[in-house]
């Protein structure tokens, strides 16, 4: 008699091979016992305290966010039906070079105010760790010691870590400072990180040359993590930046995540087959690489993310100094408007593609869902709103998005921000969008596919010895889905509506989701590096 049996369900299981019909068994928070066509073979079915009619549905693992931004959620919201309820059980956390460990006082304040735009200003939750290990521990015990609503792994943030050692400072490190940044990477990994993330257009991540990568990666390689660069430009040079990622990663014996693999803006219409061309010839030479992709053209950052590198040392305050300067802000306008700002991926800004998503000051909350008129309006806004303003930018293209998740390396990821009063819709829907759109309606991928690329391969990228698949002795993180009606319900205009079709979510064996209703459960935990 186990603790829960799904009974005739469809099992995707997650390594690309046809479905099945099976009863599952669940107990003590594993998977126990698959009996495949267990009404038609006339076998002893098992038996369960409670038995979930599963037919018609489809049972899967539950979904990998490769690409989250839930460092601060997950603290302050113990429900987190955004992921939950797309039937999430896994977030990457620590992405973009960006986030909270480790940190010591000064630098702790100092990127809490750079990534509000992200994750709000901290202010509403206590900050009270400096080590990764310690931040790992603190979603071990949040909510009164019960945990967090999904599980969740961390990569070392390169921009954090540089601030860390050496400020904010436009420079390559002095060998001192390289050698505290190497420290504070293994450190980072030895207690439980799974790789190091990069944002090379955002500051001061964007400062480090690529020497000083590569000597950071070869840090993560010894642990058998990876590192997931956000590139030096999605935009004009993209395809250069890709290559200088590919030629780091392999001069550093590191492997590679590609985070959020798009090609945007007018330059890069059309030039996914260039890209996949480019990986292709990588992975054939042996490579380690895979990348990840949300099913959306447009993009989402921080409004402050667009401004030129120069602009922004010396961290938040010295930013809005400069803003505040007639001089230095036409300066800022010049390379935004003209030259091509490196924030802004070398492209000059077009401000009708650009669209206000959230503010943290609400006395600013009509500006919400409004393209900015142009740079004053821009500048006004960063000023009024301490830099805290987050963007969409509509500059993807549908056709580059859809070959690029055809690929033998892809997997999905969010990038999801949850703050802001009108977020990307991708936050709320990116997995239910891939099962009912490019799944059910257009047949961009089979289900099968589609379900190893949100599960499997994720779960393999992260080294975790059972997640990921529908395995007898595997950890219980599943999804039960209706493949007829699976949808996002998030749009752009409501873009927090929950997704449909998605009954019963499953973290190590704990109903999260269940009936389609959010649970009390908080079953989720830190997912901590496999050792090598």
């Not at 969740?152 to 390559?172: C, E, I």
């Not at 821009?378 to 690929?407: P, S």
């Not at 829907?429 to 047949?443: C, I, N, Q, S």
């Not at 509506?497 to 079953?523: K, M, N, Q, S, Y």
């Amino acid at each position: 008699m186990w603790d829960l049996v799904f009974r005739d369900a469809e099992v995707v299981d997650g390594s690309g091979g046809p479905s099945y019909r099976a009863d599952v068994a669940v107990d003590g928070g594993r998977i126990v016992s698959i009996v495949r066509e267990a009404a038609a073979a006339g076998c002893q079915r098992p038996t369960a305290t409670r038995t979930v009619d599963a037919e018609g549905l489809v049972l899967s693992p539950g979904f990998v966010d490769m690409h989250a931004h839930s460092d601060l959620a997950l603290l302050r919201d113990p429900d987190h039906s955004a992921k939950a309820a797309q039937g999430v059980t896994l977030e990457v956390l620590g992405q973009d070079g960006l986030s909270y460990a480790p940190v010591d006082d000064r630098t702790r304040e100092e990127v809490r105010r750079a990534i509000a735009g992200w994750n709000g200003d901290g202010s509403d939750v206590d900050l009270d760790w400096r080590t990764v290990g310690e931040y790992l521990d603190r979603l071990d015990t949040a909510h009164g010691g019960e945990g967090i609503a999904v599980n969740a792994a961390y990569l070392v943030p390169q921009g954090t870590v540089r601030m860390h050692a050496m400020g904010w400072a436009d420079r390559p490190a002095t060998p001192a400072e390289l050698d505290r940044m190497r420290r504070l990477v293994a450190e980072g990994l030895e207690q439980g990180a799974v790789g190091m993330s990069s944002g090379l257009t955002y500051t001061p991540g964007m400062y480090a040359p690529d020497a000083e990568l590569t000597e950071l990666c070869r840090v993560v390689a010894t642990y058998g993590g990876y590192y997931c660069p956000h590139h030096r430009s999605y935009g004009a040079g993209a395809l250069r930046a890709y290559e200088e990622m590919i030629a780091l990663a392999r001069e550093a014996g590191c492997a590679l995540h590609l985070a959020h693999a798009t090609l945007n803006f007018g330059e890069n219409e059309g030039r996914a087959p260039e890209l996949l061309a480019l990986l292709d010839r990588a992975l054939d030479a042996g490579a380690d690489l895979s990348l990840d992709t949300y099913p959306y053209t447009p993009g989402c950052t921080t409004l402050l993310a667009l401004l030129p590198s120069w602009a922004q040392e010396g961290g938040p305050a010295a930013v809005l100094a400069r803003l505040a300067d007639g001089a230095a802000a036409d300066r800022i306008r010049h390379d935004l408007e003209v030259t091509g700002s490196d924030g802004c991926h070398g492209v000059p800004v077009d401000w009708s593609t650009v669209e206000v998503s959230g503010v943290t000051d609400p006395a600013l909350a009509d500006r919400v869902g409004r393209r900015l008129a142009g740079w004053e309006e821009a500048r006004t806004l960063l000023l009024a709103d301490r830099l805290g303003t987050t963007i969409l930018q509509h500059v993807g293209h549908e056709e580059n998005v859809r070959a690029i998740m055809r690929h033998r390396v892809h997997t999905g990821g969010s990038d999801g921000i949850l703050q802001g009063a009108k977020p990307h819709p991708r936050a709320y829907g990116t997995f239910p969008e891939y099962l009912g759109r490019y799944v059910r309606e257009e047949g961009v991928l089979t289900l099968e596919e589609c379900v190893a690329r949100l599960t499997s391969r994720p779960a393999a990228r992260l080294r975790l010895p059972d997640r990921g698949l529908v395995r007898e002795g595997y950890v219980a993180d599943l999804v039960l889905f209706d493949p007829a009606t699976v949808a996002a319900g998030a749009t752009f205009d409501a873009p927090r509506t929950l997704p449909v079709g998605i009954p019963h979510v499953l973290v190590a064996g704990r109903f999260v989701i269940e009936d389609g209703r959010r649970t009390d459960a908080l079953a989720g935990r830190a997912i901590r590096r496999t050792p090598l």
